[in-house]
């Protein structure tokens, strides 16, 4: 079946760690994003790829980092410099004009 | 910039209600607008999309409509059940932005 996985579905930072989420499809499709969610508030983005090396930064990419080596594959840091990293991670791809696809989420929280 | 608003933030009704929920942008220079169900601790299904040159969706019990020159949707929700409790995100894709603007979401309950 074709699909986002994310893994791992949760997640915990110790202070001053790094973290990496995993978001990798099946679907062949040429954009991918991530998305941050926070308790009553919409999806926020962090970052998105058009393409493969291609990446831009979204509404709040600070403390954030990612990278886009493989068609299927997009995964995101949490770097220490994030000093609110505690939230609900959703990782989406989809063809152009077409509907997005989500992953099941990575729920992330300090140590 | 590009805002999205949901009202009412949260909803509960009677199993067998129809029901609207709506959605409102500031800027009508949209490709397409999206709904979204979306379960506790889950991600987010599509439910229904519309492209800026089309005024309605229909997928079963869901319609979904577009007024672009109001900046307004609605989903329309018929003889609601109690599985559909969830919480629906709206969502357009802005010419200029390149990406998708959410709403904040409405919670809805449908009671048994």
């Known amino acids: 079946d074709g699909g986002i996985t994310q893994s791992p579905k949760y997640l915990f930072r110790k202070e001053g760690q790094n973290v990496t989420l995993s978001c990798e499809q099946n679907l062949n499709h040429d954009a991918m994003y991530w998305y941050r969610q926070d308790p009553g508030q919409g999806l926020r983005l962090i970052y998105y790829?058009?393409?493969?090396?291609?990446?831009q930064k979204g509404d709040i990419a600070e403390g954030y980092s990612v990278s886009r080596e493989k068609k299927e594959s997009f995964p995101l840091t949490v770097t220490s410099a994030q000093k609110n990293p505690t939230a609900f991670y959703l990782c989406?791809?989809?063809?152009?004009?077409?509907?997005?696809?989500f992953g099941d989420g990575t729920r992330l929280s300090i140590l | 910039k590009q805002e999205v608003t949901q009202i009412p933030a949260a909803l509960s009704v009677p199993e067998g209600e129809n029901l609207v929920l709506n959605c409102s942008f500031t800027?009508?220079?949209?490709?397409?607008l999206q709904w979204f169900r979306q379960d506790p601790g889950k991600g987010l299904t599509s439910l229904l999309l519309?492209?800026?040159?089309?005024r309605e969706q229909t997928s079963g019990r869901l319609n979904a409509s577009l007024d672009k020159s109001s900046g307004r949707s609605t989903l329309y929700i018929a003889a609601s059940q109690p599985g559909d409790s969830a919480t629906y995100l709206c969502?357009?894709?802005?010419?200029?932005?390149?990406?998708?603007?959410f709403g904040k979401g409405t919670k809805l309950s449908v009671k048994p």
């Open positions: 800027d009508s220079a949209i490709y397409n």
């Open positions: 519309i492209q800026s040159s089309q």
């Open positions: 989406a791809s989809r063809w152009p004009n077409q509907p997005q696809h």
């Open positions: 969502a357009v894709y802005h010419r200029s932005q390149g990406n998708l603007i």
């Open positions: 790829s058009q393409i493969v090396n291609d990446f």
